[in-house]
């Protein structure tokens, strides 16, 4: 079942007959009033390609209600640049939305909500919320855009095994994004229609042969970059390079690891997977060019 996975995500939280659960969501993470978010509108599914060569530049899922937009991501799994890719719809969102209006006084302020199949800040927290401070004094910046991050990995292991009763309808409502089993949905739901129509949709696309093509793709998408990663972690060792590698973290000599990182691009690999061996930043590999 999973709605961790894009296609499965989008289908649950654009269900029509069944909008009480992205309001509800939106509502617990945000605190925008219920009562406002049943005048959501859905925009697009898929943020606007500008040009041919603009095919990355995609988001989950944008909304509007009155002067806010609200962008949903599913990040399934963490890699590096991933948190950089998110910004850089927030961005686009941004620049769209002052090129529709003739002024900057009637532009909307920008919301994003990241739910995160990973605990990446590691502060045992349902919700992290982040805005732009200044540094000393704590003044937050004006219309400025906020981050919402919704740690799916924390809620699990820490809701898996306790009770209905004791958990709060927003963690029941994480949950069942979590869900792999009909039996495990059907124990989150319990009585709540609202999570009763997520399950019966959860079990619809499951069995829905379209819905089946584009989940499998997905999960090959991941049995191709695991494999990719694998594959160049082998050719590094038979190149000699993995054991310097161990080596240069080892003794935590930067030079060392920069060495070991142009060696890699001489043997055509790719930035991101460099980047996971050898702890380099994506600047730091593309400067070594």
Known sequence: MLGVYDCIFKAIMLDKNNPEYLQDIIHYVTGIPKNKLKNIVIKNNEFLINNKNDKKSRSDIIIEIDKTCINLEMNKS????????NDAYIEKISASLYNENEDYIE?????????DN????????EIYKFVFKEETSDIILPENPIKYHVDLDYLYKKCYNKPIV?????ERYCLLLRAETKE?????????????????KLLALNEDEKMIGLYD???????????????AEIKAREAGIKQGISQGISKGIGQEK???AKKMLEENLEIELISKITNLTIDEIKNLR
Request: aromatic share 14%; glycine share 4%; net charge positive.
């Open 217 to 231: 793709a997905e999960k090959e998408a991941e049995k191709i970059m695991r494999t990719r990663i694998k594959g």
């Open 118 to 125: 990973f605990s990446y800040f590691n502060q045992n927290k």
């Open 184 to 200: 495990f949905a059907d124990k989150i739901s319990g009585d709540d229609q609202v999570m009763k129509k997520v399950t019966s």
């Open 78 to 85: 963490y890699y590096e640049g991933l948190f950089a890719k």
């Open 258 to 260: 920069k060495d070991i």
């Open 166 to 170: 004791n958990l709060s309808k927003f």
């Open 107 to 115: 532009s909307k302020n920008i919301i994003q909500i990241n739910f």
